[in-house]
């Protein structure tokens, strides 16, 4: 994990995903929040899972979103919001699916927005805000 400092808020990156590919962090904590930035289906070489099988993209974002929590020192368990981006709302019950079965019993707030583009052509793209464990 890579880390800045400003003050109070530090901030930091997760080795294990894709790096940043502009001027942001994987996640800045502060106080007991994490902020984690939006995530989307990028491998760790930065390369979309695949531009067409949207189960593999909410599968890699979902692994994105652990990797930043984990590097935060929190959990999917300690998340207080989660916000979606979806581009084709049709796609919504495989993504509540896939995302209930991730996150188990915890229910964390949530919002879902679908929107008219995402980065990379992205089918979906995650943030959220956690508290450290």
Request: net charge negative.
């Amino acid at each position: 994990m890579s880390e800045s400092s400003t003050s109070s808020i530090l901030c930091a990156d997760s080795s294990t995903i894709a790096q940043p590919g502009g001027h942001y962090s994987h996640v800045c904590i502060a106080g007991n929040t994490v902020y984690v930035s939006g995530q989307l289906p990028l491998d760790r070489d930065g390369k979309m899972v695949s531009t067409t099988d949207v189960r593999s993209q909410i599968i890699q974002v979902l692994h994105n979103l652990d990797a930043c929590l984990l590097a935060a020192g929190s959990s999917r368990n300690s998340l207080v919001q989660v916000r979606v981006y979806i581009q084709d709302m049709a796609h919504w019950p495989e993504f509540d699916q896939l995302y209930k079965d991730w996150i188990g019993a915890h229910k964390p707030a949530r919002c879902v927005a679908g929107v008219a583009s995402l980065h990379y052509d992205a089918a979906i793209e995650v943030e959220a805000t956690a508290v450290l464990d």
